[in-house]
Protein backbone atom coordinates (compact mmCIF):
# COMPACT_ATOMS: atom_id res chain seq x y z
CA UNK A 1 0.00 0.00 0.00
CA UNK A 2 1.36 3.80 -0.95
CA UNK A 3 2.56 5.82 1.78
CA UNK A 4 0.23 8.95 2.29
CA UNK A 5 -0.11 12.11 3.99
CA UNK A 6 -2.16 11.97 7.42
CA UNK A 7 -4.35 14.72 8.64
CA UNK A 8 -5.57 14.69 12.08
CA UNK A 9 -7.89 17.33 12.01
CA UNK A 10 -10.45 15.90 14.79
CA UNK A 11 -12.98 19.11 14.87
CA UNK A 12 -14.76 19.33 11.34
CA UNK A 13 -17.48 21.81 10.39
CA UNK A 14 -20.21 22.12 7.51
CA UNK A 15 -19.60 24.95 6.41
CA UNK A 16 -21.10 27.70 5.17
CA UNK A 17 -20.05 30.90 3.41
CA UNK A 18 -22.50 33.78 2.87
CA UNK A 19 -21.35 37.10 0.59
CA UNK A 20 -22.89 40.79 0.33
CA UNK A 21 -21.91 43.52 -1.15
CA UNK A 22 -22.28 45.30 1.99
CA UNK A 23 -23.08 43.63 5.76
CA UNK A 24 -24.73 45.95 7.87
CA UNK A 25 -25.31 44.82 11.85
CA UNK A 26 -28.16 44.78 12.73
CA UNK A 27 -30.08 45.19 9.36
CA UNK A 28 -31.88 42.94 7.55
CA UNK A 29 -28.86 41.64 4.87
CA UNK A 30 -29.34 39.44 1.59
CA UNK A 31 -26.45 37.36 0.07
CA UNK A 32 -25.69 37.71 -3.09
CA UNK A 33 -23.73 34.10 -3.49
CA UNK A 34 -24.54 30.97 -0.57
CA UNK A 35 -21.81 28.29 -0.96
CA UNK A 36 -21.71 25.26 1.09
CA UNK A 37 -18.74 22.66 1.89
CA UNK A 38 -17.14 20.45 4.37
CA UNK A 39 -14.71 22.73 6.44
CA UNK A 40 -12.50 22.79 9.54
CA UNK A 41 -8.51 22.48 9.82
CA UNK A 42 -7.93 18.85 8.62
CA UNK A 43 -10.18 19.26 5.27
CA UNK A 44 -8.72 22.48 4.37
CA UNK A 45 -5.20 20.81 4.52
CA UNK A 46 -6.52 17.85 2.59
CA UNK A 47 -8.22 19.87 -0.11
CA UNK A 48 -5.32 22.39 -0.33
CA UNK A 49 -2.77 18.98 -0.78
CA UNK A 50 -4.84 16.98 -3.54
CA UNK A 51 -4.76 20.07 -5.52
CA UNK A 52 -1.11 19.16 -6.45
CA UNK A 53 -2.64 16.06 -8.39
CA UNK A 54 -2.11 13.73 -5.13
CA UNK A 55 -5.06 12.15 -3.60
CA UNK A 56 -2.72 10.35 -0.82
CA UNK A 57 -4.03 12.47 2.06
CA UNK A 58 -6.31 11.01 4.37
CA UNK A 59 -8.00 12.44 7.42
CA UNK A 60 -9.20 11.78 10.29
CA UNK A 61 -12.43 12.99 12.35
CA UNK A 62 -15.48 13.01 14.16
CA UNK A 63 -18.69 12.75 12.92
CA UNK A 64 -22.11 13.16 14.12
CA UNK A 65 -25.45 14.14 13.27
CA UNK A 66 -27.55 14.89 10.02
CA UNK A 67 -24.72 18.07 9.61
CA UNK A 68 -22.04 15.34 9.84
CA UNK A 69 -23.32 12.93 7.03
CA UNK A 70 -23.60 16.52 5.00
CA UNK A 71 -19.65 16.54 5.64
CA UNK A 72 -19.60 12.78 4.63
CA UNK A 73 -21.27 13.56 1.56
CA UNK A 74 -18.99 16.73 0.24
CA UNK A 75 -16.15 14.75 1.50
CA UNK A 76 -17.56 11.76 -1.16
CA UNK A 77 -18.41 13.99 -3.40
CA UNK A 78 -14.68 15.95 -4.15
CA UNK A 79 -13.33 12.32 -3.30
CA UNK A 80 -11.16 13.25 -0.72
CA UNK A 81 -9.72 10.23 1.35
CA UNK A 82 -10.76 10.59 5.26
CA UNK A 83 -12.15 8.10 8.08
CA UNK A 84 -14.55 9.11 10.29
CA UNK A 85 -15.06 7.88 13.79
CA UNK A 86 -19.13 8.77 14.54
CA UNK A 87 -20.67 10.41 17.10
CA UNK A 88 -23.71 10.59 19.30
CA UNK A 89 -23.71 14.31 19.84
CA UNK A 90 -23.72 16.57 15.82
CA UNK A 91 -20.66 17.79 13.94
CA UNK A 92 -21.18 21.83 14.25
CA UNK A 93 -21.42 24.14 11.93
CA UNK A 94 -19.92 27.67 10.55
CA UNK A 95 -21.01 30.50 8.82
CA UNK A 96 -18.66 32.69 7.28
CA UNK A 97 -19.86 36.23 6.35
CA UNK A 98 -17.90 38.19 3.63
CA UNK A 99 -18.42 41.94 2.94
CA UNK A 100 -17.15 43.20 -0.48
CA UNK A 101 -17.83 46.80 0.64
CA UNK A 102 -15.64 46.43 4.10
CA UNK A 103 -13.49 43.34 2.95
CA UNK A 104 -13.93 42.38 5.87
CA UNK A 105 -14.88 38.74 7.06
CA UNK A 106 -17.01 37.38 9.94
CA UNK A 107 -17.48 33.77 11.39
CA UNK A 108 -19.79 32.27 13.44
CA UNK A 109 -19.36 29.06 14.78
CA UNK A 110 -21.20 26.37 16.80
CA UNK A 111 -20.00 24.81 19.78
CA UNK A 112 -17.93 21.83 19.17
CA UNK A 113 -19.84 18.58 19.98
CA UNK A 114 -19.58 16.47 22.94
CA UNK A 115 -17.34 13.54 22.96
CA UNK A 116 -17.46 10.44 24.90
CA UNK A 117 -14.92 8.85 26.20
CA UNK A 118 -15.90 5.42 24.18
CA UNK A 119 -15.55 7.47 20.85
CA UNK A 120 -11.99 8.92 22.53
CA UNK A 121 -11.00 5.31 22.33
CA UNK A 122 -12.21 4.81 18.76
CA UNK A 123 -10.82 7.42 17.45
CA UNK A 124 -7.56 6.48 19.61
CA UNK A 125 -7.68 3.35 17.46
CA UNK A 126 -8.78 4.50 14.31
CA UNK A 127 -5.24 7.14 14.49
CA UNK A 128 -3.10 4.15 15.73
CA UNK A 129 -4.03 1.70 12.36
CA UNK A 130 -3.01 4.62 10.08
CA UNK A 131 0.04 5.47 11.82
CA UNK A 132 1.96 2.58 9.65
CA UNK A 133 1.20 3.82 6.38
CA UNK A 134 1.78 7.56 6.70
CA UNK A 135 5.04 9.17 5.40
CA UNK A 136 3.61 12.82 7.30
CA UNK A 137 1.25 13.64 9.88
CA UNK A 138 0.38 17.28 9.93
CA UNK A 139 -2.15 17.94 13.45
CA UNK A 140 -4.26 20.40 11.93
CA UNK A 141 -5.47 22.30 14.84
CA UNK A 142 -5.96 22.60 18.53
CA UNK A 143 -6.90 18.70 19.78
CA UNK A 144 -9.88 18.52 22.29
CA UNK A 145 -7.94 18.35 25.94
CA UNK A 146 -10.05 14.96 27.10
CA UNK A 147 -7.78 13.01 24.27
CA UNK A 148 -5.17 15.53 23.26
CA UNK A 149 -2.34 13.75 25.53
CA UNK A 150 -3.52 10.40 24.46
CA UNK A 151 -3.10 11.61 20.97
CA UNK A 152 0.34 13.05 21.91
CA UNK A 153 1.59 10.06 23.62
CA UNK A 154 0.70 7.81 20.48
CA UNK A 155 2.48 10.31 17.53
CA UNK A 156 5.68 10.18 20.41
CA UNK A 157 5.78 6.98 20.65
CA UNK A 158 5.82 6.30 16.58
CA UNK A 159 7.91 8.89 15.83
CA UNK A 160 11.12 7.70 13.33
CA UNK A 161 13.06 9.58 11.09
CA UNK A 162 10.72 7.87 7.85
CA UNK A 163 7.86 9.91 8.99
CA UNK A 164 7.65 13.71 9.13
CA UNK A 165 5.61 15.54 12.00
CA UNK A 166 4.23 18.89 11.13
CA UNK A 167 2.11 20.74 13.48
CA UNK A 168 -0.29 23.53 12.37
CA UNK A 169 -1.28 24.57 16.06
CA UNK A 170 -0.21 26.27 19.48
CA UNK A 171 -2.69 25.85 22.40
CA UNK A 172 -2.66 22.53 24.22
CA UNK A 173 -0.13 21.06 22.22
CA UNK A 174 2.66 21.68 25.19
CA UNK A 175 3.26 17.78 25.63
CA UNK A 176 4.13 16.84 21.75
CA UNK A 177 6.24 20.29 21.36
CA UNK A 178 8.46 19.43 24.75
CA UNK A 179 9.31 16.01 23.59
CA UNK A 180 11.05 17.15 20.47
CA UNK A 181 9.42 14.72 18.12
CA UNK A 182 7.80 17.44 15.92
CA UNK A 183 9.80 18.42 12.96
CA UNK A 184 8.22 21.15 11.36
CA UNK A 185 5.68 23.93 13.51
CA UNK A 186 3.87 26.41 11.36
CA UNK A 187 1.99 28.91 12.75
CA UNK A 188 1.60 33.00 12.27
CA UNK A 189 3.44 36.11 14.39
CA UNK A 190 0.58 36.16 16.62
CA UNK A 191 0.62 32.79 17.65
CA UNK A 192 4.30 32.69 18.01
CA UNK A 193 4.60 35.31 20.42
CA UNK A 194 2.16 33.77 22.61
CA UNK A 195 3.51 30.44 22.33
CA UNK A 196 7.32 31.77 23.33
CA UNK A 197 6.21 34.29 25.34
CA UNK A 198 8.72 36.86 23.35
CA UNK A 199 7.45 39.72 21.49
CA UNK A 200 10.28 39.92 18.75
CA UNK A 201 10.04 37.16 16.00
CA UNK A 202 13.71 36.59 15.55
CA UNK A 203 14.11 36.24 19.57
CA UNK A 204 10.95 34.27 19.70
CA UNK A 205 11.91 31.43 16.71
CA UNK A 206 15.57 31.06 17.81
CA UNK A 207 14.51 30.25 21.61
CA UNK A 208 11.67 27.99 20.14
CA UNK A 209 13.90 26.20 17.59
CA UNK A 210 16.04 24.97 20.42
CA UNK A 211 13.47 24.48 22.80
CA UNK A 212 11.35 22.17 20.65
CA UNK A 213 14.37 20.75 18.54
CA UNK A 214 12.50 21.95 15.74
CA UNK A 215 14.18 21.26 12.25
CA UNK A 216 11.76 24.17 11.00
CA UNK A 217 9.35 26.85 12.03
CA UNK A 218 7.24 28.33 9.78
CA UNK A 219 5.66 31.69 10.04
CA UNK A 220 3.00 33.19 8.37
CA UNK A 221 1.89 37.02 8.70
CA UNK A 222 -0.92 37.77 6.56
CA UNK A 223 0.08 39.71 3.60
CA UNK A 224 3.07 40.71 5.44
CA UNK A 225 6.11 38.97 4.84
CA UNK A 226 6.44 35.29 5.96
CA UNK A 227 9.60 33.82 7.34
CA UNK A 228 11.17 30.04 7.77
CA UNK A 229 13.89 29.74 10.42
CA UNK A 230 15.65 26.60 10.53
CA UNK A 231 18.58 26.42 12.87
CA UNK A 232 21.28 27.20 10.22
CA UNK A 233 19.24 29.78 8.19
CA UNK A 234 16.26 32.03 8.00
CA UNK A 235 14.59 32.95 4.24
CA UNK A 236 12.32 35.93 4.40
CA UNK A 237 9.05 35.62 1.81
CA UNK A 238 7.97 38.71 -0.15
CA UNK A 239 4.60 38.19 -0.99
CA UNK A 240 2.96 40.13 -4.28
CA UNK A 241 -0.27 41.92 -4.88
CA UNK A 242 -3.06 39.59 -5.77
CA UNK A 243 -6.17 42.03 -6.43
CA UNK A 244 -9.34 42.03 -4.73
CA UNK A 245 -9.79 39.22 -1.95
CA UNK A 246 -12.82 37.28 -1.94
CA UNK A 247 -12.88 34.53 0.88
CA UNK A 248 -9.55 34.56 3.21
CA UNK A 249 -11.14 31.58 5.05
CA UNK A 250 -8.74 28.49 5.03
CA UNK A 251 -5.23 30.19 3.53
CA UNK A 252 -3.18 29.34 6.41
CA UNK A 253 -4.52 25.47 5.86
CA UNK A 254 -4.09 26.04 2.56
CA UNK A 255 -0.31 26.93 3.11
CA UNK A 256 0.12 23.86 5.32
CA UNK A 257 -1.23 21.42 2.92
CA UNK A 258 0.39 22.31 -0.04
CA UNK A 259 3.50 22.90 2.15
CA UNK A 260 3.56 19.26 3.37
CA UNK A 261 2.73 17.97 0.42
CA UNK A 262 5.37 19.61 -2.03
CA UNK A 263 7.97 18.76 0.86
CA UNK A 264 7.38 14.88 0.92
CA UNK A 265 7.13 15.12 -3.02
CA UNK A 266 10.81 16.42 -3.05
CA UNK A 267 11.03 20.09 -2.81
CA UNK A 268 13.33 21.54 -0.56
CA UNK A 269 11.91 23.14 2.55
CA UNK A 270 12.36 26.78 1.31
CA UNK A 271 10.53 26.19 -2.20
CA UNK A 272 7.86 24.14 -0.81
CA UNK A 273 6.73 26.47 2.29
CA UNK A 274 7.29 29.54 -1.23
CA UNK A 275 4.61 27.03 -3.02
CA UNK A 276 2.60 27.14 -0.03
CA UNK A 277 2.08 29.92 0.67
CA UNK A 278 1.44 31.03 -3.07
CA UNK A 279 -1.49 28.37 -3.06
CA UNK A 280 -2.79 30.20 0.17
CA UNK A 281 -3.02 33.80 -1.72
CA UNK A 282 -4.13 32.12 -4.72
CA UNK A 283 -7.41 29.86 -2.40
CA UNK A 284 -8.04 33.69 -1.55
CA UNK A 285 -9.37 34.46 -4.87
CA UNK A 286 -12.07 31.75 -4.39
CA UNK A 287 -15.10 31.93 -2.32
CA UNK A 288 -14.61 28.43 -1.41
CA UNK A 289 -12.16 27.56 1.06
CA UNK A 290 -8.79 26.08 0.73
CA UNK A 291 -9.76 26.09 -3.27
CA UNK A 292 -7.82 27.36 -5.37
CA UNK A 293 -6.44 27.27 -9.29
CA UNK A 294 -2.91 26.05 -9.99
CA UNK A 295 -2.78 28.51 -12.91
CA UNK A 296 -2.92 31.85 -9.93
CA UNK A 297 -0.69 29.74 -7.64
CA UNK A 298 1.95 29.79 -10.35
CA UNK A 299 1.58 32.95 -11.22
CA UNK A 300 1.84 34.67 -7.64
CA UNK A 301 4.78 31.94 -7.18
CA UNK A 302 6.79 33.43 -9.75
CA UNK A 303 6.06 36.84 -7.78
CA UNK A 304 7.38 35.83 -4.53
CA UNK A 305 10.84 36.99 -3.64
CA UNK A 306 13.18 34.72 -1.26
CA UNK A 307 15.78 36.33 0.57
Not at 172 to 193: F, M, P, Q, R, Y
Not at 231 to 249: A, M, R, S, T
Amino acid sequence: MAKSILAIGLNPVLQKTLSFDAFIEGKVNRATEVHMSSGGKGIHFARAANHLGSDSCKVLHFLGGISGESVNGFLEDESIDHEAVPIFDTTRGCTTILSRESGLMSELVDPSPRIEASENEAMLALIEANLANAEAIAICGTIPGTIANDVFSLLIEAASDDCLLFMDAYTNVAAILESGTVNILKINADELSELSGIADMETAAAHCLERFSLDALAITNGPANAVLFTPQKQFEYQLPEIGPIINPLGAGDTCSGVFVASFVSGDSIEIAFAKGLAAASASCLSLKAADFSLREMTRIMDGIKIT
